[in-house]
């Protein structure tokens, strides 16, 4: 079956240092990606995605590529922010299954300043 | 913008008691979705509807039944709550199959507590 495994947390950074977290994923055909974020107290909400290989996700200083040949997506940013504390989770979804996302156990960032 | 919501932030009951979760979407969205979120356990899905009165099993349905009588809501019911069902429930909705978009818009969770 479908499976993301993400890097394990928590990961502690310093205000504008560099951020990756590593997801990679096991599924058939061609799957979606995706990376989430939960905020303390929320629900999540999609920080970006990409739909084919070689695509890359942005947003908000944030990228992912789809590299279909190593399963992998990691996320980056260059200058993390005490905002961008949060949990983050890899998630992937295909239509062959109806839409459903398998998701990775998330992982928890806290930027200090 | 998408907008999920739900009934509740924050909910305490006893055990045995019948328990309803409201989760309304504002987008026509075919695919509704609960579920439940754990510290170290992830997310896990509880129960899935990918159209009216259609639901599907999800990874842990056991104690819980689902409803979705018109489109835009999707209610999860705890029959019979039990202590061990304490948890964060997060409600999401997607495009679906005719879209052919499955990025997950989520409510903001409902905090329960069963005493």
């Known amino acids: 079956g479908d499976s993301v495994t993400q890097m394990e947390g928590p990961v502690t950074l310093s205000e504008e240092a560099f951020l990756t977290i590593n997801c990679t994923y096991t599924?058939?055909?061609?799957?979606?990606l995706f990376w989430y974020v939960q905020y303390p107290g929320e629900g999540l909400q999609l920080l970006l995605k990409?739909?084919?290989?070689?695509d890359k996700g942005s947003n908000k200083g944030f990228e992912a590529t789809y590299r279909k040949e190593t399963t992998s997506f990691h996320l980056e940013k260059g200058s993390v922010q005490v905002s961008d504390s949060a949990v983050y989770f890899c998630?992937?979804?295909?239509?062959?299954?109806?839409?459903?996302?398998?998701f990775g156990d998330g992982t928890t960032l806290t930027v200090k300043p | 913008d998408v907008k999920v919501t739900q009934s509740s932030r924050y909910l305490v009951k006893r055990t045995g008691e019948k328990v309803f979760l409201e989760c309304v979407q504002d987008?026509?969205?075919?695919?509704m979705f609960w579920y439940r979120q754990d510290p170290g356990l992830g997310l896990r899905l509880i129960y899935f509807s990918y159209d009216v009165k259609m639901k599907e099993k999800g990874d842990i349905p056991e104690g819980y039944s689902v409803s979705r009588e018109k489109k835009e809501r999707f209610s999860l019911i705890l029959e019979s709550a039990s202590t061990n069902q304490t948890s964060m429930y997060l409600c999401?909705?997607?495009?679906?199959?005719?879209?052919?978009?499955?990025?997950?818009?989520f409510g903001p969770g409902t905090r329960l507590l069963v005493l």
């Open positions: 999401a909705s997607s495009l679906g199959l005719a879209g052919r978009s499955w990025t997950q818009y």
């Open positions: 599924a058939t055909g061609y799957p979606s």
């Open positions: 987008m026509d969205h075919e695919n």
């Open positions: 998630a992937l979804s295909r239509w062959t299954n109806a839409g459903k996302s398998t």
């Open positions: 990409a739909t084919k290989a070689d």
